[in-house]
């Protein structure tokens, strides 16, 4: 398609959203950045009018064909086959539907453990439990299996008078699962996407209700529209909850995130989740904010943003491979309440201590990667990787892009130019089929095993995850197995507007491995070389933290983030239980927010309620097994990397009685970082915290910079700031 | 899991069929254009189009009729690949080698002096890749939305609109190169 010797191309010649708005197909703040675009350029809006005026000749052409083509029609008798089905099937019964024919409100949604689904059924739009629903059908019986999606907790929802049932898992399923989904579902809105963060099921249901009369008071179509959502707004007031609206971003799939509320101690005196060193949510946000948008609550995953940076955490000493570093003092945005920051810090590796590694690339070389912050940067970024290798590791190079082809055998990392030449050689074009390249690049994997070394598949794409062959369940299946055997994967995301960021999470999680996304050169330097011994070479796996609260010093606690990583407190010492990992140099972060004892709890969604629960519970409460002094104990277990026992070290929880300003630089900053994410998500328990204290915050906790992330950092929430305010502005113009 | 609320609706003297003989009068060439492409072969063609309104006939009508026209595409391009893999004539290495073939530069197009322009744009439609060539078709030829395009096909917008943007490129270099289309730029030449 590009061909560099012609005419030199201009930039909007390559840009498929000119070719989309010469169609009509943009719409919304799309549409309008394109106008801009063609204002600036005379240039373009002819090229606009000349591609309009081929797609007539195209459009005419196909017509023609069409109107004189003799494609023979059906026979008579499969004419009559149909029709007679079809007077048959007349008697079917309609159900009525509880709510007229209108467009899905996608709610905040609960995630649910995974199952798959096939076969035919439908459910009604309703509202139920304070979920809103669109009618969902399939084709009976499925054409395909459903597609499996990740999911949490599971919740079963019956409508207001209990004669159906739901169980939540399908719903969710179709909600997500947008690959899978059958034409005949509605999903989503045409112009604005509305979720409502709040866990109180009452307050949901009035919202939807609301909505839901809302919207039938519309004449004609039924949308949402300007003066629906600022009565939304306010109606959202007057209950205390939070809820977002954005325009809906085409093609990219993020799970829906339910913040974690504080949790009472004395009926969960105990919280357990995996560690995370997963970055790409802070790199997908920024690269948000540099198209000049604000993200989509659901990709502002708190703790990748704080885990983000390197922060000074004291080194390892001991036996263990990482050292735990805490530190206690008053939340920012809420000077009543303590921050409790929790560090790990694993010793990095020396290059000559690495372990050699065996890698295996598995790139995706659709027609789609065929942009230039697409595969030109995964060949770039490999490249500097590949820099960082010698003698001791092997490279392996796999596609896939229809076909899986080996388009480099395993090669010695020091033979520089063979690997970089069959870099060079990848080409875009084809459409997807991960599923065989995955195979190939496995068996791979295990035919150049080194048995001390870092064996791991690193899959670079920009979402497109065709399986054909394979069902996404069977893929997870696959990877899981491999990570198992000592096969571990990488997943970098490249590109925009077709990032799959939550089925890329699954799969490094499924991997033991890590999901990064990568915006730049900048960024990919960071990853992949910088972090070339952390992204590569795990130190301890299976690594879970466990805090358990006193309740006599604490009321209440909120893990800020880790929402898709909590575990249940059995979980803790169950070495079934899978976990995150830890790389050589890599620090994980934690952040509690906690309302000490005595302290009133004025947090919203605490209903008086359940605030009376607590008080009702606390002579019944449950004992720690030994009395915990101070704010409570710290636990952590982990694996050795090929260990199958995992070992546990503890560490008791002081408060101190700093202010936030006496707290140290790192954290001060991964406070700020906090904030900004809490912001960005429009998280109700961001208190009393506005733009202008998350840039100070920053601005206060700069440090030596390292890197020049921190700096960064700050410029990124002064643009978060301008872009809330332009909003903010909007939507108060309607 | 589920239940059904049953109640019979229809008002008397209609039967519930009407409106599946009204889609096949609609619908039935459109998709015999579109399966035909797709299965290289007209009888096979005919038995996914039957099969598929065959299967409209177990669809409850208010849970189709707003989407028809996508689900009618998406249920026989199902059946088109569903009927090709059983045969075991296509799997996904046969299927990328005729994409390959089909983006070999020139190696499909014959150079026959065409004159109908008709002619000449489904020529050079039939040497672009698979993929590209059904965007373009069901979006020029059936009028169906990006979106639409990208349910019945199950990618995502983003790649419909590269293929379509990729393709409609394609097409026109193509043809201006060939001299069976002038364009404003080309009569000014070539520019910096």
Redesign the interface.
Known sequence: ???EN???RRAF????????YA?D?LEGAERAEVEALLDEEPAAR??VA??RE??G??????????AS?D?????PA??A???S?????????????WWR?GRLIAASLVGLAGFGLAGT????TQVADGFLVA?L?T??PA??PMEQVPMRKSLTLSSPDG?????LP?LVQMEHA???????EEVDLEEVEVSLVTNDPELRLRFMERARGLVDQTAGEPVLGDREVRMLDEYADELGVEFHLQPRS??EGYDTILENDFLGVQRNPISTFSVDVDTAGYSNVRRFLRDGTLPPADAVRIEELVNYFPYDYALPKGEHPFAVDVEVGAAPWAPRHRLLRIGLRSSPLGTADRKPSNLVFLLDVS??M?QPDKLPLVKQSLRMLVEEMDARDRVSIVVY????GVVLEPTAGDYDLAILAALERLDA???T?G??GIQRAYALARENFLEEGNNRVVLATD??F?V??TGEGELEDLIASEASSGVFLTVLGFGT??LQDNRMEALADKGNGHYAYIDSLNEARKVLVGEVGASLETVAKDVKIQLEFNPDRVLAYRLIGYENRLLAAQDFADDTKDAGEIGAGHRVTALYEIVPAGESLAVPGWSAEFAAQQARTSSEGNAAVTPLSGLGELRLRYKQPQGTESRLLTQPLDDSLASFAELSDDTRFAAAVAGYGMLLRGSKYAGTARWRDVIDWAAGALGGDPGGYRTEFHGLAIEAQRLSAQRAERVKDR | MNTREAATDLPPGETGGDWIHEALALYERPLLFYAARFCHDRERARDVVQETFLRLCRQRREAVEERLREWLFTVCRNCALDVARKEGRVNALTEEQERRRGSEPDSATRDVDVRDSVDHVLERMKALPDNQREALQLKFQHGLSYKEIARVTETSIGTVSWLIHAGLASLRERMVRSGQLGTGREARGLEA
């Not at chain 1, 059924?121 to 009604?124: D, E, K, R, S, V």
């Open positions: 398609m590009s061909s012609d005419t030199k010649e390559d840009d498929p959203r000119i070719t989309a169609l197909e002819e090229f000349e591609l081929f797609s000749v195209l459009s005419g052409a196909l017509e023609a064909e069409y083509g494609a023979p029609l059906l026979s499969a004419r086959a149909i029709h089905r079809a007077d048959a099937s007349g008697a079917v019964g309609a159900s009525r539907p024919r059924w439908w459910a009604q009618r059908e084709a009976a054409a395909r004669s159906i049932e739901y169980d399908a947008d690959k899978a989904l059958a034409p005949g085409s093609g027609g789609s065929d892009a229809g076909a899986a074009g084809g459409s089929n599923g065989e979402g497109d065709n054909g062959l507007g077709n």
